[in-house]
């Protein structure tokens, strides 16, 4: 059965952290291992866990590289005041990246808090 809404979360990393033992204890609650297999099945996700960590890092190494490209190719167009709120969205990135980006609405959105739930079986923003 699924997780009830009103139960809570387990806390997350901030974004684009990934922490072992969220990983590990989440697989671990989801399996309920009580065999002689729970130390193996650990061990397997600590190892797998590194691979994954691997490539998250590379993962965000190509999306940087790729956004540094797209604002190179952005800036020759743009005037002065687009350049501005250029450099401002390349601030708030470069603050996600470290994991503190704060969201905010685009233009003609209303703030997280006013918006109507989605419609049933899409995600929300």
Known sequence: ???SVLQPRPMQPP?????PE???EHFERVLDVK?????TV????EYRFEQFLALNDEHHREMDSLMESLFSDLEPLLSDEELLR????RKIIRRGVKGDRVFKPGPGQ???GDRPPPPP???GP
């Not at 065999?35 to 130390?39: S, T, V």
């Not at 650990?42 to 996700?45: F, G, M």
Request: hydrophobic residues 35%; aromatic residues 4%; charged residues 25%.
């Open 15 to 19: 974004p684009g952290q990934l922490r």
């Open 1 to 3: 059965m699924g997780r």
């Open 86 to 89: 250029l450099e401002n969205e």
């Open 22 to 24: 969220i990983f590990i």
């Open 121 to 123: 079986g899409q995600k």
């Open 35 to 39: 065999n002689a297999n729970k130390d």
């Open 110 to 112: 209303p703030p997280p």
């Open 42 to 45: 650990r061990a397997v996700l």
